[in-house]
């Protein structure tokens, strides 16, 4: 049994925040980025950044598939203020430099339910963060055949290409599997790595504790980790049910 308690992994820097902390990530170990995860890209989803961990911290690094990266929080000043936006209280999953990026404030919630009437500054420029800016760069140095980003509490698999891996996490999840959110989100990952022609499936997370998290999805997560990718990429063969 691999030690849980700390996370044995030699991550590295990419970029730094705001307030200059260091953004880490897992690269991977084979030299080629099939699949990337994401996490924590919001501060206030720290739920999506414990479950990543936690399923990376159950496997033996030598299961884990050598063209996998991940980073466990995109956002760690926001992480550690407890906030949506970084240190500027800008919301990075609305400052990507996509066609449709705006310098209008989003809006957000405050509570899980409640109207989104919270305004949310998007950045003075699109890619003007640091933390989007280098999140960027590692996606176009690296070019992943496909991202997974983690997030929360919408309770579905909105996958745009309906793609093997979004099937599969459905079936997995019984979330359900959506092409659109339902509503415009400019500047967001997955409009820019839309833009870039990169395969982005964003998993959002239902309105669970982060333990009830933890035990339904660490071990799905550890699956993802460890599944030779061909099966799941896009274009591939695989169908949900063949996992079993």
């Not at 405050?110 to 933390?131: C, Q």
């Not at 093997?164 to 400019?186: A, M, Q």
Request: aromatic share 4%; proline share 10%.
């Amino acid at each position: 049994m691999p030690r849980r308690t700390s996370l044995n992994l030699s991550l590295e820097a990419y970029g730094r925040t705001v307030d200059g902390a260091p953004l880490l990530w897992l690269p991977p170990q084979s030299g080629e980025l099939d699949l990337l995860l994401v996490a924590g890209l919001h501060g206030e989803e720290p739920d999506t950044t414990v479950v990543l961990s936690r399923a990376l911290r159950s496997r033996d690094p030598r299961e884990i598939q050598p063209n996998t990266g991940a980073i466990l929080c995109a956002n760690p000043d926001g992480l550690s203020r407890g906030t949506r936006g970084n240190a500027l209280g800008i919301d990075l999953n609305r400052n990507f430099s996509s066609a449709n990026w705006r310098p209008e404030p989003a809006s957000c919630r405050w509570h899980v339910g409640d109207e989104e009437g919270i305004p949310i500054a998007t950045g003075v420029t699109s890619g003007s963060e640091p933390e989007t800016a280098a999140l960027q760069d590692l996606i176009l140095t690296w070019k992943p055949k496909q991202v997974l980003s983690l997030h929360g509490p919408l309770d579905c698999i909105d996958d745009p290409e309906a793609s093997p891996l979004g099937r599969w996490l459905s079936e997995k999840t019984g979330s359900p599997l959506v092409r659109e959110i339902g509503y415009p989100t400019p500047g967001s990952m997955g409009s820019w790595a839309a833009e870039q022609s990169i395969p982005l499936i964003t998993w959002e997370f239902p309105i669970e504790g982060i333990e009830t998290l933890s035990r339904r999805f660490v071990p799905i997560l550890e699956e993802c980790l460890c599944l030779p990718h061909e099966k799941l990429e896009p274009g591939g063969n695989h169908c949900a049910s063949d996992s079993g």
